[in-house]
T-cell receptor, first 119, second 110 residues
Framework: AQSVTQLGSHVSVSEGALVLLRCNYS??????LFWYVQYPNQGLQLLLK??????LVKGINGFEAEFKKSETSFHLTKPSAHMSDAAEYFC?????????????????FGKGTKLSVIP | GAGVSQSPSNKVTEKGKDVELRCDPI?????LYWYRQSLGQGLEFLIY????????KSGLPSDRFSAERTGGSVSTLTIQRTQQEDSAVYLC????????FGSGTRLTVV
């Protein structure tokens, strides 16, 4: 069984400050890990994914995440927050790469972290 | 189409009524998922269709929930005898080389 824990349902940062959104996972098999962003009244958009290659993963909009097996973590960071980053962010785990052509498997999502950016 | 389309975008229904939610996946995507997003609860897996295989219904919360996918394309999620706790955003995603989510249907049961 897999699970995802996102610490902090709501995070506020000042514009230009570091963004750190925390995600810890539990998986009985090597995990594949994802971060999604959801803007108001929209679906989820993939930010980045870890698929057992490089442990530091770079995504869109200047975000990156580092897979740390010893800490079972996959925290999302961005050096400098922008007003447009205000959204809800979801961490997800899969036991197989949901983004391969060899079939698709369900994702298990965390409860989400709502990011507010203060001008 | 260019993306995953869900309709209606908003639905208000009276307790006890049946509702149908529609999902038009991206053409050619063989996998289709339904998730439910409740306030503060993240996304809850409901059901998964893969090609012509039997669907994985393990996430459906009760027998009031059902879904079908006709011709391997459009999917309909049906909720019978709606209850207030069914109020949520219902998200559909299709996948071939990655998940693409629709914008969801916001269901409010009054």
């Amino acid at each position: 069984a897999q699970s995802v824990t996102q610490l902090g349902s709501h995070v506020s940062v000042s514009e230009g400050a570091l963004v750190l959104l925390r995600c810890n996972y539990s998986s009985s098999v090597p995990p594949y890990l994802f971060w999604y962003v959801q803007y108001p009244n929209q679906g989820l958009q993939l930010l980045l994914k870890y698929t057992s290659a490089a442990t530091l993963v770079k995504g869109i909009n200047g975000f990156e995440a580092e897979f740390k097996k010893s800490e079972t973590s996959f925290h999302l960071t961005k050096p400098s927050a922008h007003m447009s980053d205000a959204a809800e962010y979801f961490c997800a785990v899969s036991d197989k790469n949901s983004h391969s052509g060899a079939g698709s498997y369900q994702l298990t999502f965390g409860k989400g972290t709502k990011l507010s950016v203060i001008p | 189409g260019a993306g995953v389309s869900q309709s209606p975008s908003n639905k208000v229904t009276e307790k006890g009524k049946d509702v149908e939610l529609r999902c038009d996946p991206i053409s050619g995507h063989t996998a289709l998922y339904w998730y439910r997003q409740s306030l503060g609860q993240g996304l809850e897996f409901l059901i998964y269709f893969q090609g012509n295989s039997a669907p994985d219904k393990s996430g459906l919360p009760s027998d009031r929930f059902s879904a079908e996918r006709t011709g391997g394309s459009v999917s309909t999620l049906t909720i019978q005898r709606t209850q207030q706790e069914d109020s949520a955003v219902y998200l559909c995603a299709s996948s071939e080389h990655g998940y693409t989510f629709g914008s969801g249907t916001r269901l409010t049961v009054v």
